[in-house]
């Protein structure tokens, strides 16, 4: 019997990825403190990444544009372009793809590459494909490069910028294994904490602890970081374009002015569903679960869903949104934020929908011939070529058309 080759994976993680976009544009802001943020006027006010003269003042993404500016007040803001962002992922995931047939994008600055079958110094390939990506895009990217998807991410993450990391089975011990048992890809604050509280405080530590006592402090989450820890993961990495299929699809929106009235909340879930449906039918799923999220000025949430007959139409989502806010949050009590996401998703073609006793005959069909001209009109001529009325002219800073 011959035995198969070690897989080969690298992670491909585009450093800084929206902040090197923009420098791409600009090269004057390498030179400069430089960060992409949201817009504070419309209380988007949080960095979504920065480039490394920003990093070195400590500056992270997530935190809010005070607090940057704290720490750097020459600080440069950039509001995100995120039509240019998808297009340099598009030109840099071609690349890949012209090495393998195996590309998994795991996020629009991330992917995987399984280059097992390739001939040659995976090193040297690893190199070539960090080196050409730059020459060709002007994005830096640093390669994790290992027999599993876990460590090949860690060592993406090992070394930045611009870098190659060989995680092997005879390294991995000396290289991971003093980390911290947080810096574990999967491993959040909440369970490093409670890792630590029995004594486990490396991803060594975790390692050598019995996967049983994992077991059972952690259910099936601790076989599976007993598993990562040790180098055992062997997930595969999706042949191009066959990754599996979401298991949601959602959009939220943090408004320019609280929503008071009940105009104010419709006119708020006009539009995230119009982007949440919009995306379904681009996919061709069908959900069965509605969740809503809604966020108060004092930043608290609640989360509520229902189950619906399979749908991928804006005015059903509208409608079972209202229904969970009309029995779940105090009339006229301001809403900061809204988030619609569509759960439990299916193939079109498989989510056969029962028609209500109360549907007018045709109206649904009809409601779906309406959306999909609209999805037509918009590919053709561009998001903002058609809104819906009650949308016009609000004063949110929304508007339909828009993916966010």
Not at 271 to 288: F, I, N, P
């Amino acid at each position: 019997m011959i035995a198969m080759p070690d897989p080969i994976y690298f992670h491909c993680d585009n450093n800084a990825f929206f902040a090197s976009v923009e420098e791409t544009f600009h090269p004057e802001y390498k030179k400069v403190p430089m960060a992409v943020a949201g817009d504070p006027a419309n209380r988007h006010g949080i960095i979504l990444a920065k480039n490394e003269l920003a990093k070195g003042f400590g500056i992270k993404t997530a935190e809010t544009i005070n607090s940057a500016r704290l720490k750097c007040p020459e600080l440069l803001l950039c509001p995100p372009r995120r039509r240019e962002y998808g297009e340099f992922c598009e030109r840099i995931n071609q690349i890949y793809e012209s090495y393998t047939d195996y590309v998994e994008r795991a996020s629009i600055d991330e992917s995987f590459l399984d280059m097992t079958f390739f001939r040659g110094s995976e090193l040297e390939m690893a190199h070539e494909i960090r080196e050409r990506v730059a020459r060709e895009t002007g994005i830096t990217i640093s390669v994790g490069v290992s027999w599993n998807r876990l460590f090949a991410k860690m060592g993406s993450d090992y070394k930045k910028p611009n870098a190659v990391t060989h995680i092997t089975r005879e390294n991995y011990q000396r290289i991971l294994w003093p980390m911290p048992a947080g810096e574990m890809f999967m491993v959040g604050r909440n369970t490093a904490a409670a890792l630590e509280k029995f004594g486990i405080k490396t991803i060594g530590d975790l390692a050598n602890t019995s996967e049983v006592f994992l077991r059972q402090q952690f259910g099936k989450q601790g076989e599976y970081l007993h598993i990562s820890a040790n180098g055992l993961d062997d997930s595969p990495i999706a042949r191009t374009g066959e990754h599996d299929p979401a298991k949601s699809i959602g959009n939220g929106r943090t408004f320019k002015r609280d929503l008071t009235s009940e105009q104010d909340i419709r006119t708020g879930l006009i539009v995230l569903a119009d982007s949440v449906a919009h995306r379904m039918r681009r996919a061709d799923v069908k959900c069965t679960t509605v969740q809503i999220t809604i966020k108060d000025t004092a930043l608290k949430s609640i989360t509520r869903q229902k189950s619906v007959q399979p749908t991928y139409l804006a005015a059903d989502l509208v409608r079972v949104c209202l229904e969970l806010i009309h029995a779940s949050w105090p009339r006229g009590k301001p809403i900061r934020l809204l988030t619609i996401t569509a759960q439990n998703l299916l193939p079109a073609e498989d989510a056969v929908e029962q028609l209500s006793l109360f549907d007018a005959p045709g109206g649904s069909k009809k409601t779906e011939q309406l959306e999909r001209a609209v999805d037509s009109i918009r590919d053709k001529h561009g998001g903002h070529s058609i809104q819906h009325g009650s949308v016009m002219g609000n004063d949110l800073g929304i508007y339909t058309g828009e993916e966010e």
